[in-house]
């Protein structure tokens, strides 16, 4: 019977922590060098458009789209995270993923290659 019970109390704290997971976010960035200090150069993108953080009509920089507290995409079949926190200001924040990005967010650290943020000479790439 204690066992029934302590599964009761388990489950439901599962699936809080997991649904806190599901958030979204992208970092922004007042200009491209600072979003590279972060992420790979391939995955900051240059927008011109306003949003409820508070930026508008300033040509801004997002980085990848990541979940909370797991700074780590999936790019080009590898790992890549982010080595600074060089963002201004509030994240954008969504539920869905973006089908177009050219990366995937990681739901949680598994394994695979970890991909530098900065590439160095030499490096091969897809």
Known sequence: ??????????????????????????DVYDNQYSCQQDWHPDLCEKQSTSYSGGWSGQSTYIGP??????????????????????????????????????????????FGNTVSTHPSSGSGGG
Do not use: D, E, F
């Not at 990005?101 to 598994?110: E, M, T, W």
């Open 65 to 110: 789209q990541y979940y909370q507290n797991i700074r780590r995409v999936r790019y080009l079949g590898r790992v890549v995270k982010a080595t600074g926190r060089h963002q201004q200001g509030n994240p954008i924040i969504s539920k869905t993923i973006n089908p177009n990005a050219k990366s995937k967010p990681i739901a949680r650290r598994g």
């Open 1 to 26: 019977m204690r066992t029934k019970k302590l599964s009761l109390v388990v489950v439901p704290l599962l699936l809080t922590a997991c649904s806190q997971n599901n958030v979204l976010l992208q």
